[in-house]
């Protein structure tokens, strides 16, 4: 661990709390006011990520400059998104809601499975293989995924659009610099080979 990882993480910490805040300002109406099912739950996961990050552990994190860019663009770009009662949906918000309801409680499975494992940054932090672990090797970025296609269904601009587009594709690239670092450790290589998918049983 360098001598300025500890700056490192504040800054961190300041990036997702302005981040929560940017969200919280631009959809104060949907989420406060019309109290929409989808757009709450969204933010439900935003305050989640903001507790277990100033939770967690501090492991040997990643040197490597791209692999911090996309861990803080998939992280933090997801929360660009503007909920935007005026687009119609794709599907009915009851189904919207929940797929959205099934994300988040993916998410918080894992979050209580790492528990102070948590992470944004690629680490080599303690192995958690319990809970959603067993099926998946990624259940958070699952539940993350879920949660954002359902903003997505809800809320389908072509802002929101571009804005979870490139989200996905750094969450992508976040897992392979993540499985890069963890494939340095036999327990965790010996884990993997019994866990095949990263997301979604026989897709991905």
Same mark, same amino acid.
């Given at each position: 661990m360098t +001598?300025? %990882? *500890?700056?490192?993480e504040r800054g961190e910490k300041l990036l997702l709390l302005g981040a929560g805040c940017y969200f919280v300002f631009k959809n104060f109406t949907p989420v406060f006011v019309t109290h929409n099912v989808?757009?709450?739950?969204?933010?439900?996961?935003?305050?989640?990520?903001?507790?277990?990050t100033v939770i967690r552990q501090r492991g040997p994190l990643s040197h490597n400059w791209r692999d911090w860019l996309v861990a803080v663009l998939?992280?933090?770009?997801?929360?660009?998104?503007?909920?935007? +009662?005026? %687009? *119609?949906?794709v599907l009915p918000s009851v189904l919207c809601g929940s797929l959205?309801?099934?994300?988040?409680l993916l998410s918080l499975a894992a979050k209580l499975s790492l528990r102070r494992s948590f992470g944004i940054i690629a680490a080599s932090r303690q192995l958690k293989t319990g809970g959603p672990y067993r099926v998946i090797r990624h259940p958070m970025y699952a539940g993350y995924l879920l949660m954002q296609m359902a903003?997505?269904?809800?809320?389908?601009?072509?802002?929101?659009?571009?804005?979870?587009?490139f989200t996905w594709w750094m969450q992508i690239m976040r897992i392979r610099a993540e499985e890069k670092i963890l494939g340095t450790r036999k327990e965790w290589v010996d884990w993997s080979q019994g866990v095949k998918w990263k997301l979604f049983p026989f897709v991905f």
């Open positions: +001598p300025y %990882a *500890p700056l490192i989808v757009a709450c739950l969204y933010m439900a996961e935003a305050l989640l990520d903001m507790t277990f998939g992280t933090y770009a997801s929360l660009l998104v503007v909920a935007a +009662p005026q %687009a *119609p949906p959205a309801l099934i994300g988040i903003f997505l269904l809800q809320y389908p601009t072509i802002h929101n659009t571009v804005v979870l587009l």
